[in-house]
């Protein structure tokens, strides 16, 4: 994660400050599900995180559902900047 958040910042810097989440996938393997709650702690103070199987499809829904409120968030954060700008 901070790997990938430099090389965003490296290349656009407007990119590593956009919304992100954190998608853990193989919860459908012991391995994967016995590290879901240190998972969730680690990333608990950086970004939303989900749990997921793309096998499975377990916890794509919720995934998905968070998607669609971050991408909301963000779209009625940038219409009150927009606003704000003109005003």
């Known amino acids: 994660w901070v790997a990938i958040n430099r090389e965003l910042e490296l290349f656009d810097a407007s990119l590593a400050r956009k919304p992100q989440i954190v998608a853990a996938n193989k919860i459908d393997i012991p391995e994967g599900r016995a590290r879901i709650a240190l998972l969730e702690k680690l990333f608990a103070p950086l970004a939303p995180f989900c749990a997921i199987s793309a096998v499975t499809g377990e916890g794509l829904k919720a ?6 409120r971050t991408l909301e968030q963000s779209r009625q954060a940038a219409g009150k900047e927009h606003v704000a700008a003109r005003a």
């Open 63 to 68: 995934l998905k559902d968070l998607v669609a």
